[in-house]
Nanobody, 124 residues
Framework: QVQLVESGGGLVQAGGSLRLSCAAS????????MGWFRQAPAKEREFVAGITWNSATTHYAYSVKGRFTISRDNAKNTVALQMNSLKPEDTAVYYC?????????????????WGQGTQVTVSS
């Protein structure tokens, strides 16, 4: 069992930066792939970024590539999402998720554990 708690969301102007953090409890964190998803009002939850258990592979949604960076620290049981050059369309609730499976998935249904989410609002 893994419990995930996100932090770091807030209100920022377009062009600004935020750093989201996800703290995980549980002994198996280092074996899980981790992902960040987001959900805007009236929209489906979408993949943002993912990282394998050993940080060897990362993957980004096209809309955030070059602006967002995912990283993890297995010693501290944390995963982070550095978000730069934010745009109003990045406004959403951001969720951290853990996947017990092999590989790196972009499908929300493949993730086994979810945090409660943190709101990110980008003003124009």
């Amino acid at each position: 069992q893994v419990q995930l708690v996100e932090s770091g969301g807030g209100l920022v102007q377009a062009g600004g930066s935020l750093r989201l953090s996800c703290a995980a409890s549980g002994r198996s964190f280092s074996s899980y792939a981790m992902g960040w998803f987001r959900q805007a009002p009236a929209k489906e939850r979408e993949f943002v970024a993912g990282i394998t258990w050993n940080s060897a592979t990362t993957h980004y949604a096209y809309s955030v590539k070059g602006r967002f960076t995912i990283s993890r620290d297995n010693a501290k049981n944390t995963v982070a999402l550095q978000m730069n050059s934010l745009k109003p369309e990045d406004t959403a609730v951001y969720y951290c998720a853990a996947d017990r499976g092999i590989g790196l998935s972009v499908i929300a249904g493949n993730y086994d554990y979810w945090g409660q989410g943190t709101q990110v609002t980008v003003s124009s």
